[in-house]
């Protein structure tokens, strides 16, 4: 039973540019939530896709979208990146629909996104 | 701003010890879950107390719950090197709510 996979799992950009994360959640699970984890830090809500429709969200500005998929895999987008976006992306899934989520969450490895 | 604060930020002990940390939060809860993250690794969810639950056990992890003060503490007991991560816990505000996570206490021990 494969778990939350996710790719790529380090990525450098440059300061303006663009980049596009994706995940997989486990098998089962249709809920999928995006975090940002800067260096000693712990991780911060971005946002949560269930039925391919953004349900919650983090304060983070427009320049971070997302995306769901019908079949519940992920992606997170962010625009114009500045030094502040490096960090830790990580993705969570969870099951039952984000109505009955408890909120165990199952998390992947995270992609490393260093901004230069 | 961090709904969970964990307490202390760092903690160093021997092996064979038992490790305390402590959250505190500041609105009611749904539960509160505690998770261990390897060093640059995604986090794993170790264990899920209710609020209106006051103590849960799993294997050497003890889970305590004090929704009155607003705190919850997790100890490990009998500490293994393979122990070592930084702990981390978040609260779920209502059900389908978001995990909100504190900055963590990270634990080192030693053999």
């Known amino acids: 039973d494969a778990g939350v996979t996710q790719s790529p799992t380090h990525l450098i950009k440059t300061r303006g540019q663009q980049v596009t994360l994706r995940c997989s959640p486990k098998?089962?699970?249709?809920?999928v939530s995006w975090y940002q984890q800067a260096l000693g830090q712990g991780p911060q809500f971005i946002f949560q896709?269930?039925?391919?429709?953004?349900?919650q969200r983090g304060n983070f500005p427009d320049r971070f979208s997302g995306h769901q998929f019908p079949n519940y895999s992920s992606e997170l987008n962010v625009n114009a990146l500045l030094l502040g976006d490096s960090a830790l992306y990580l993705c969570?899934?969870?099951?039952?629909?984000?109505?009955?989520?408890?909120?165990?969450?199952?998390f992947g490895e995270g992609s490393r996104l260093t901004v230069l | 701003s961090q709904q969970g604060e964990e307490d202390p930020q760092a903690l160093s002990i021997q092996e064979g010890e038992n490790a305390t940390m402590n959250c505190s939060y500041k609105?009611?809860?749904?539960?509160l879950q505690w998770y261990r993250q390897n060093s640059g690794r995604g986090l794993v969810h170790l264990i899920l107390?209710?609020?209106?639950?006051r103590e849960k056990h799993s294997g050497r992890l003890r889970v305590t719950l004090d929704t009155s003060k607003k705190s919850s503490s997790l100890l490990i007991t009998a500490s293994r090197a393979a122990d070592t991560a930084s702990y981390f816990c978040?609260?779920?505000?209502?059900?389908?709510?978001?995990?909100?996570f504190g900055d963590g206490t990270t634990l080192t021990v030693k053999p």
């Open positions: 107390i209710r609020s209106n639950e």
């Open positions: 978040a609260t779920v505000v209502s059900n389908a709510g978001k995990s909100t």
């Open positions: 896709y269930y039925e391919e429709e953004e349900r």
């Open positions: 609105t009611s809860i749904n539960n």
């Open positions: 969570a899934s969870s099951p039952g629909g984000y109505r009955a989520n408890t909120g165990e969450l199952f």
């Open positions: 098998s089962g699970h249709d809920t």
